[in-house]
């Protein structure tokens, strides 16, 4: 789903004119189209306030140290299932918990308030300011957009497809979570009043924006030099979802391809496209074809890309050359014009046997090298077939939407001018961008007085890094409950696949992840696993118990997209009970009764038979049998 900016209004630079520029698609409305650009502010005081700041910024990065913090944060759902990453955002005092749609062509943070008067149904409850003790409002002011009582900042977002969301600027503290040594800041978000379109159907509560403005909430954060003006994307590869975020300056590996990114060209992050390669063929298109109108832009919160229409063409021609053993196919929808092959086989893998690859070349001679799976999504209702995710625009602006960088470390180094790419498994780089000057923290554990182990609740989550493990634990087993959701109603869950899925995301032996029980409704399930020790244990240790409730609480578990999506509804840690002498005994207890009883049995047994045998009729030695007495006399 493109999420990237138009500005109807603005709640920070007051401007005289605000030129809007509709992107038009060729593809169907089923495939996101690119968003409205607005024109590049032209003003020779915009432009001149743009580059103070950016003289301003370069000042405060030349003092940063190397030891400056970053918020290291995990990113959620898949593109083309959900068509956004999610990261997890806490909010205010004690901290609330949000699903925040990652948007770099947006640069307004913001989550559905209680006070909404039409806003969707969303993953978790709307914020509550009365609730935090350190929300404050932002109050009007001659540089904001005022509320009709001329009280609070406003702020009203527009996008393509029809989409809205307004409301009222707050300020409170904003928490990264567990993964992030940067610890919690004070910053403006906003909280919505009204939303529309697909904010209001959409599954996640809300946007973080990532954009270039004052707004943006990388933007808040090098401004309180808290951060260094950078952050990194990671995107999950096909079927696999979820990836890492990082907000702050990353070193970047010596692999990392960059192009130059020019600030004063537009507001959104473009990088300078010379030309692409297929199958090691140049495409044969005029010069600067990739260079029109705002040039290339990357957009995190679109999902395909859009060429202009010759480079498309083109595109899509040596593409068709180079695939000619595979069957085309009619896409997922008859309804739609999609270009789709079948025989290529279900292994992601082994995608680049039947597909070329295509090298992206910037100006400054650096390649960027494209597996199939950064051009092609998966047909949702054949095996073994894909469908291009390249498709045409006649705006003369290319738009990179997430699919081009899927497994692709991107870190948007805006203190250089640059944009970096390096292929990389995304979905493990969570684990590698590890913190480095302090531990993540535990969940928080307290004593009771009826057990040994009593931890908080999935809803009683926080983001503040300050929670600290008391002494030593044991659990006796680990359920959750997780609520599936399929695209395909004739797609039957294989349970036994999705177990071994979760032993592997929760990083335990396949024994002992069980499948307790299973309820469903159309295309909707509710399922409640149990995480048990090994055979050889009567407890979960305490690092593999902290790891299951660190992945749990955090909705960690990555699922490939044919299970559709999934949420976490509940968890529940039971400690190991503690069992009597008797109970601890049972089995020896038991086998000692039933052994005494079958020896007793025996015994009586032997000594009655030996009774029988020994008790006969006493006989003299001389008197006859009766038989002989019968006997007639012999004459």
Known sequence: MARTLLHLTSSIIVCALICFNFFTVDAKDHHPRPMLLPLQLTSRNHSQQRHLDNIRRHLQQSGFSSSTPNARMRLYDDLLSNGYYTTRLWIGTPPQEFALIVDTGSTVTYVPCSSCAHCGKHQDPRFQPDLSSTYQPVKCNPSCNCDDEQKQCTYDRRYAEMSSSSGVLGEDIVSFGNESELVPQRAVFGCENRETGDL????????????????????????????????????????????????????????????????????????????????????????????GRHGTVLDSGTTYAYFQKDAFVAFRDAILREVHSLKRVRGPDPNYDDICFSGAGRDVSQLSKSFPEVEMVFNNGNKLLLSPENYLFRHTKLIGAYCLGIFANTESTTLLGGIVVRNTLVTYDRDNDRIGFLKTNCSELWRRVKISGAPAPAPSVSQSNDTNLEIPPASARSGSPANVLPGSFHIGFITFDMSISTNDSKLKLNFKELGQLISKELEVDNSQVRLLNVTSKGNDYLVRWGIFPTSSASYISNSTALGIILRLRDHRLQFPERFGN????????????????????????????????????????????????????????ASPTPEQELQPLQT
């Open 200 to 291: 209001y159907s959409q599954r996640a509560d809300g946007i973080m924006g990532l954009g270039r403005g004052q707004l943006s909430i990388v933007d808040q954060l090098v401004d309180k030099s808290v951060i260094g003006d950078s952050f990194s994307l990671c995107y999950g590869g096909m079927d696999v979802g979820g990836g890492a975020m990082v907000l702050g300056k990353i070193t970047p590996p010596p692999e990392m391809v960059f192009s130059h990114s020019d600030p004063f060209r537009s507001p959104y992050y473009n990088i300078e496209l010379k030309e692409m390669h297929v199958a090691g063929k140049r495409l044969k298109l005029p010069t600067g074809v990739f260079d």
């Open 566 to 621: 999934y949420k976490l509804v509940e968890w529940n840690a039971e400690p190991q009970r503690k069992s009597s002498w008797w109970l601890h005994h049972l089995l020896a207890v038991v086998l000692g009764c039933i052994i005494t009883l079958s020896l007793s049995a025996i015994g009586i047994w032997l000594v009655i038979r030996h009774r029988r045998q020994s008790v006969t009729a006493y006989e003299p030695v």
